[in-house]
């Protein structure tokens, strides 16, 4: 992992990913359907996803997997023919889940089924009925200001019938069957930073993490939003124990602060990681407390699983003016932004595959360093002086209890600091791994 840190040229992984949005923009996506599909098979191209079909009318918890929604074309056209509305220009004009329709009626009739932002004129809303049978367009409270009386031919050409839920799945082995989950809802139309940011990081982690030594399996999924996550928990209900540290992944394009979100525990591992390196990163963020309101993470962190599940994002879902607007389009999200997230992405990750144990074998006082070469040895590093606290920090606190995440928070050096010297000091056999689980994690799996 630290290979990969030093070796992915960010720049361009951020032009890659944005690339990655430009690519699946046009395509109108929902939480089931043949835009979902081809979603997944453009993703294939770079990561060797498994493709699920879950049959409608499957019952998952409390929940049942809906009918299948496809649209061919929708559009409203005037009395003299033109398209005043039309799906083609943007799949953001048609209600997501509208049943199908096509008849006249007057332009008061249709108000009824029109959807606007008085606040934003000029931005189309996104708007979706999915567990209620209706139909509507979303347009421009401008365009809409333009419409003249009179009568006008609405139709809505979408099929609603069995099918099936899909989703994406890429699970990837590491030394040990414990996994990280990361997940991102893919199932909004034509918006960028609420959802595409999201698909495009996580198949970029998934690109990048084939190729690296890892400790942790890893587990990616690209689902739709709610019922994706509870489809996905009902069918994996035990292999969900495996799950030791998770994040849900959306909103990471724009060119806000970051925010991370504790998941259901608070002070899990995982929260710790996210919490430790955007300490450490010299950026602007934001913590925020768990609650059930937000994205997957609300089902992950359901008291049944109460999964070690956060959300790290930038501007939060509802906080940045373009949300669920035509506004959160190409303009929204920058290559930029997505490098700086994969990165911060990757810092979490780093820590998680490195956060072991240490027993200190010459515990009774310290040990004579300069002897060893280890004061020496950092002449002219510019932090040598830090990487000296970190060893004693490290050969203080390894006592077989205090893991190196616990060390670097508590000395307030970055981990990167922590466990670069921890590596010299086994170099030098000064420590050894621990293998057996701590009191303290044991304590932490009896509590949950
Ligand atoms: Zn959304």
Redesign the pocket.
């Known amino acids: 992992m630290d290979a990969l840190l030093t070796s992915t040229d960010f720049a361009a992984a951020g032009d890659c990913m944005y690339r990655q949005i430009a690519e699946l923009y046009p395509i109108c996506r929902s939480i089931t359907g043949e835009g979902f599909r081809e979603t997944l098979r453009c993703l294939r191209g770079r990561i060797p996803l498994d493709i699920h079909e879950i049959p409608t009318g499957t019952q998952v918890f409390d929940w049942t997997v809906p009918r299948e929604w496809n649209v061919r074309d929708a559009w409203v056209k005037s009395q003299a023919g033109e398209k005043v509305i039309d799906f083609r220009r943007s799949n953001l004009h048609l209600v997501n889940y509208s049943v199908p329709i096509h008849r006249k009626m007057s332009l008061a009739d249709l108000r009824d089924h029109l959807h606007t932002l008085p606040d934003a004129p000029e931005r189309i809303p996104y708007r979706t009925s999915y567990y209620k049978e209706s139909w509507g367009f979303c347009i421009a409270a401008d365009e809409l200001a333009r419409l003249q009386d009179g009568e006008y031919e609405v139709c809505i050409d979408t099929t609603l019938e069995e099918g099936a839920l899909t989703y994406g799945e890429y699970y990837l082995p590491g030394r040990r069957s414990d996994e990280v989950l990361l997940s991102c809802h893919a199932c909004?139309p034509s918006l960028c930073n609420?959802?595409l940011s999201g698909i495009a990081l996580v198949a970029k982690l998934a690109e990048l993490l084939q190729a690296a030594s890892l400790e942790y399996s890893y587990r990616f999924l690209f689902i739709p939003g709610t019922i994706g996550a509870i489809t996905w928990l009902a069918i994996n209900e035990l292999q969900a124990s495996q799950i030791r540290h998770g994040l849900v992944v959306a909103c990471v394009g724009d060119s806000g602060k970051y925010y991370y979100k504790r998941s259901r525990r608070g002070n899990a591992e995982i929260d710790r990681a996210v919490v430790h390196a955007l300490s450490h990163s010299g950026k602007e963020f934001e913590v925020r407390e768990f609650s059930p309101y937000g994205y997957d993470e609300r089902q992950f962190c359901s008291p049944g699983f109460n999964l070690a599940v956060g959300s790290l994002t930038r501007t939060p879902?509802g906080e940045f003016p373009q949300y669920?607007t035509s506004a959160d389009n190409l303009d929204l999200v920058n290559p930029q932004a997505l490098a700086g997230s994969l990165e911060m992405y990757l810092q979490v990750l780093r820590i998680l595959e490195s956060n072991a144990r240490f027993q200190n074998q010459n515990p009774c006082c310290e040990p004579q360093l300069g002897r060893r070469g280890l004061y020496r040895s950092l002449g002219g590093l510019p932090d040598a002086g830090q990487l000296e606290m970190a060893m004693l920090w490290v050969l203080n606190l390894s006592d077989g209890q205090h893991s190196l995440l616990d060390i670097a928070e508590r000395s307030q050096l970055p981990f990167e600091l922590v466990h670069r010297a921890t590596a010299s000091l086994v170099e030098h056999e000064l420590l050894t791994e621990c293998t057996e689980p701590s009191l303290h994690n044991i304590e932490q799996e009896i509590a949950t």
């Open positions: 909004h609420d959802n879902h669920h």
